[in-house]
């Protein structure tokens, strides 16, 4: 299992980015797929999650409203579309997968991730 996450950069407060995580290997790993994000002195904290069978999804409260997470099943890819981004949205963001975890559970929950993307909102 491969997560390659792209689409992070530099953006100015009220700015949109679409980061984007691209999978390969098992479909079964991939029964959640999960963006967090970590600040440098920060926990890694869940962002916004989605089981790839049913559609469900989960949002932290703070990007509720502004980020939405959906799934291109065709090209094996997981997006996280990010409006009105705030300074303390900076992070690098990173995707995860797992098999058995849920969408509100906690980074140690999921097995695959990938490498990250910075955002950075100046």
């Known amino acids: 299992v491969q997560l390659v996450e792209s689409g992070g950069g530099l953006v100015r407060p009220g700015g949109s980015l679409r980061l984007s995580c691209a999978y390969s290997?098992?479909?079964?790993?991939?029964?959640?797929m999960k963006w967090f994000r970590q600040a440098p002195g920060e926990e890694r904290e869940g962002v916004a999650a989605?089981?790839?069978?049913?559609?469900?999804?989960y949002y932290n409260p703070d990007v509720k409203g502004r980020f939405t997470i959906s799934l291109d099943n065709a090209k094996n890819t997981v997006y996280l579309e990010m409006n009105n981004l705030k300074p303390e949205d900076t992070a690098m963001y990173y995707c995860?997968?797992?098999?058995?975890?849920?969408?509100?559970?906690?980074?140690?929950?999921?097995?695959?991730w990938g490498h990250g993307t910075q955002v950075t909102v100046s």
């Open positions: 995860a997968s797992d098999v058995l975890a849920g969408i509100q559970d906690p980074p140690s929950n999921f097995k695959y």
């Open positions: 989605i089981y790839t069978t049913t559609g469900k999804t």
């Open positions: 290997g098992d479909s079964y790993s991939r029964n959640c």
